[in-house]
């Protein structure tokens, strides 16, 4: 029982706090739009007041109007006088220019030629002619035109003589139809409406039309001043009956929540007013208080979210407490059963480790087996090609022999150059000497470490040459398109080598006593590998292919070798994690293997 009471009081305070969070968060993103859009209609108010303000002191210093102020009663002058200003009016894009004299009385107009002229009217209880008289500067006012009955706003500015005497007052009425169509746009994200107030708090702007002309201000009807009976005339100035509602918690001070009585359902707003510039005009912005609604029903269910989470957190760490428990209790029970099991155990583990380690001493001879396999086919290589080392040995040596008989004859005459050239000669078959045997020697080397980062046209480059020095390879085409880039593989420089032999000395056996025989060996990109290829024109390979890969099978004579050669260089290369293949070939006749590297890069 008291669980379920706990449950309940914490599902009540998490709905108020839910709903209380969600009321302050919306009406402070209520409020953000509000002071938005009070920003940008106050700047959109502001552009427009800059834009007309210079345009009557512009106007002012045109000399034409001054003449038409001194001679009223030309008629020729109050023509130029009347088409200067319908001009005037065409070129800013205002409603009406027009032009008083000192007592107010209007001598000429941009719309002269209308019957609602404003020839001969005057004007002079009008704010903006009297303050232009008294401050002798311009000036601005709002209104309705006495005529027309249309808005306006009434820039003034003096005329003054050559002396600086005011003479007259030249008027610009500029429409406020578009500070008003201003305010309805697309992209509005909820329902807001505006209305510019006077000082009176009339409204004569505002985004719904049943609120224009009415106090804002006041309840009372008999409370409107004159003044603004005189401003909006024939208007019926009635009073809006808003209801206050206070100030929501965590706004600023400028902000109230106010409900407009005959709005409808959703007559609640946020208000929140802000000065315009230069007049006494001020902005209130009405944003509906509905999108709080949403926002506070948001947060319940985040917040019941919320609660049912930290609910099924509760039960299931209880449930798991409860496990731990019982799972304790049973490891005690377990722990009995573990101890009497623990003597078996550690006499299996002995057992264990006895045949791990004999398992270990088996494995490092098996490796050693390989090794030395490995180390004997490169010797038995070495055996094979040992008659054509000899022929390519005793070839130099007997041209070493010739040069120097020739050089100690050559000496006793005196000619001293064809010693010298003699003596450059054996330098040359000395080197050339040095060279393959040094060939032969890191052949015969034992490979050691791990692999690494080889380019793969070296191995292929030591392979050839101890492939050319045998004499049966000297009819054979051996044609070697050497990559001009180098080709960085994982693998190990002596391994492949022994690899490449392998696969080139089986090549020259297969071509001997073949019509134009040939080898071609080239290497491709595929992708993530490098692949190097060994083609031969011979006779070809037996059906199954990979049979070749198994120990001691050959197609060739015992002298020839034991049928290790292909299936040692499987194991090295399988060693590198690479792939070695062989295949017929599909287009001629003879064999191709293929030998697949890992790419790797050269700063690796």
Partial sequence: MPLRIGAVALLVLTLVLSWTLGGWVGYRQVEQESLEESFRYRQLVANE?????????????????????????????????????????????????????????????????????????????????????????????????????????????????????????????????????????????????????????????????????RDFESDDRAGTDPQSRLR??????????????????????????????????????????????????????MVSTRPVVWTRLAFVLGGLALLAGGLLTWLYLRERYRREAELALRGEQLERSVAERTADLERSNQQLQEEIRERERTQNELRETQQELIQAAKLAVLGQMSAGLNHEMNQPLTAIQTYARNSRKFLDKGATEMVDANLQEIVTLCDKMAELTRQFKVFARKSEGPPSVVDLRQPVDA???????????????????RPEQPVMCHGDLIRI???????????????????QPAIRIEVEDAGEHWQCRVRDNGSGLPGNTEQIFEPFFTTKSVKQGLGLGLSISRQIVDA???????????????AEFVLTLKKRESME
């Fill in 497 to 515: 080598e022994q690899v490449m032999v392998n696969l080139m000395a089986n090549a020259v056996q297969a071509v001997e006593g073949r019509p």
């Fill in 232 to 285: 909006y005339p024939e208007r019926d100035l009635a009073p809006m009956d808003i209801q206050p509602l206070g100030r929501p918690w965590g706004l600023s001070q400028q902000s109230a929540k106010i409900r407009i009585q005959g709005d409808g359902p959703n007559g609640d707003y946020l208000s929140v007013r802000t000065p315009l510039p230069r007049l006494d005009w001020s902005l209130q912005v």
């Fill in 576 to 590: 590198l994690g690479g792939r070695l293949t062989g295949h017929n070939r599909t287009d001629g006749p003879g």
């Fill in 49 to 213: 007041l800059n834009r007309y303000l210079p345009i009557p002191e512009l106007m002012a210093e045109h000399p034409l109007l001054e003449d038409a102020l001194r001679h009223p009663g030309d008629p020729q002058v109050i023509q130029l006088a009347n088409e200067q200003m319908q001009r005037m009016a065409t070129i800013v894009g205002s409603s009406d220019v027009y032009l008083m004299d000192t007592t107010g009385l209007t001598i000429a107009a941009s719309n002269y030629q209308q019957e609602n002229s404003f020839i001969g009217r005057n004007y002079s209880f009008r704010p903006y002619f009297s303050d232009a008289m008294a401050t002798g500067s311009s000036t601005v006012y709002f209104a309705l035109g006495m005529m027309s009955g249309v808005r306006g706003l009434y820039f003034s500015h003096p005329i003054r003589s050559n002396d600086g005497r005011i003479v007259g007052v030249i008027a610009v009425k500029v429409l406020v139809h578009e500070l008003e169509s201003q305010w309805h746009r697309p992209a509005s994200l909820s329902e807001a409406q505006m209305v510019v107030l006077d000082a009176a708090g009339i409204s004569f702007l505002a985004s719904k039309p049943q609120w224009l002309y």
């Fill in 463 to 481: 392979a050839l040459k101890i492939i050319t020095a045998q004499s049966s390879s000297a009819d054979i085409d051996i044609v070697w398109q």
